[in-house]
């Protein structure tokens, strides 16, 4: 571009001079200022390629960050199904367990069902006037040497306990009713024998152990009661068992009863939670 703009001037110099150059020189030169002007500007002209590689760059670094947050979300995903996958097996596994628990508990409810009827049958078989009276009898005396040593409070209420199974023993006693009296003055000789036993075991071992009771024990919650897995007060609930509920004492451990409820559950209860199941209407005094 600069040899055109001189042209104009090169071209009176050139006039000036015109006994030693042609004008065909003049022009030739002319041509070839153009010439190179044509060339300058195609050398320049691959500018408009350096944009278009600009917006492919940026293209594909934009597609590379869409991969990248694919690849982070199936991750996401795949850990998502991970947790799920674990959580559905913990939970086949929790219904597993308590399936094998229902089980336990009906075969449980079968055995004391079983025990409470053998005891039934062995009672009324044994049900005469003078077996009656020889068992009130005794549960009466021992329930009397009881009675010169001081009770703890959960002692206090099982003494009450048995001391109103002994009165409807007695109750049944004088209408003729031997099987009834010998079940309900065997019931309270368990009672006894639970505070004797617990009694002793303190002052020897302070670990308690579980001990069946020899005849299983009707009882009814005389409040609302915590059932629990386990003896304790730190013992994982399994339900509340409103006031009046039935139950059947078949164990002891210490102050806490191992019960099954009317509806087949399996659990320990504080035993000063229950009470004897004594009919409307029976004295619940001890003659």
Known sequence: ??????????????????????????????GMNIAACSNIQKVHSPAPEATGSFHLTREMAQFEFGCSNLRAEREAQQQEIQRLQKLLAEKEAYIRSQ??????????LQET?????????RLRRLATRPAAASTIAEVEMVMENLKSSSFTDSELILQIQAQRLLGAAATAYTVDNYAAAMDYASQAREFINMMRSNRARKASDPHHVTVLFQVPIPLRASVDSKLREKPGL???????LKKESIMTAEAYRGEWLQIVTADGRSGWIFSTLVEAQVPHGVEMVAK
Request: aromatic share 6%; proline share 2%; hydrophobic share 45%.
């Open 1 to 30: 571009m600069t040899l055109l703009r001189q042209a104009p001037r090169l071209y009176r110099y050139l006039k000036m001079r015109q006994e030693k150059i042609s004008a065909r020189v003049v022009f030739v030169l002319i």
């Open 99 to 108: 399936e094998v628990r229902q089980q336990d508990q009906q075969k449980t």
């Open 113 to 121: 069902s079983d025990r409470a009827a053998h005891a039934q049958v």
């Open 234 to 240: 730190k013992a994982r609930i399994l339900g509340v």
